[in-house]
């Protein structure tokens, strides 16, 4: 909750470009993520028009079987099936949070060696994943 805030904070979120995706495994509702289409606009360490991952969420009963590194491994796809266009995706993940960093980095992620100091709960690391 700390690092990603809970579903229903995302329903007051700027909507024109931000963009909510569902993780189902096995016919259930597994968790969220969100694509932020205009990822600069609040990350001056990136390109105007780059977009972003933000606010992966996998179900509390569900952690640690693998989902979030299956959805992160399955994202390539994903993002080129709805966002053809799309070349890199940046993240950034709190410092304090080594599970989901793993996650990420098993699933495509690399480390960019650069850190966002503007969190709301810490430093981050920056991590790129490149589509193309």
Same mark, same amino acid.
């Not at 995706?89 to 996650?103: E, G, H, Y």
């Given at each position: 909750? @700390? !690092?990603?805030? @809970?579903?229903? *904070? !995302?329903?007051? @979120? %700027?909507?024109? =470009?931000?963009?909510?995706?569902?993780i189902v495994s096995d016919g259930?509702? #597994?968790?969220?993520?969100?694509? *932020?289409?205009?990822?600069s606009r609040e990350h001056d360490f990136v390109q105007p028009g780059t977009y972003g991952l933000r606010s992966t969420i996998v179900d509390a009963r569900q952690q640690g079987q693998g989902i979030g590194t299956a959805m992160?491994?399955?994202?390539? #796809?994903?993002? $080129?099936?709805?966002? %053809? @266009?799309?070349?890199? /995706? !940046?993240? +950034?993940?709190?410092?304090?949070? %080594? $599970?989901? =960093?793993?996650?990420?980095? =098993?699933?495509?992620? /690399?480390? +960019?060696?650069?850190v966002y100091a503007g969190g709301p709960v810490g430093p981050q690391d920056i991590l790129r994943m490149d589509l193309s």
């Open positions: 909750m @700390q !690092f990603s805030g @809970q579903p229903g *904070d !995302f329903a007051d @979120q %700027p909507m024109d =470009r931000i963009d909510i995706h569902l259930v509702l #597994a968790g969220m993520f969100r694509i *932020d289409r205009d990822f992160i491994r399955a994202l390539p #796809a994903h993002l $080129a099936q709805h966002y %053809p @266009q799309v070349e890199s /995706v !940046f993240l +950034t993940v709190n410092k304090r949070n %080594p $599970a989901a =960093r793993r996650s990420y980095l =098993r699933g495509g992620f /690399v480390d +960019t060696g650069k």
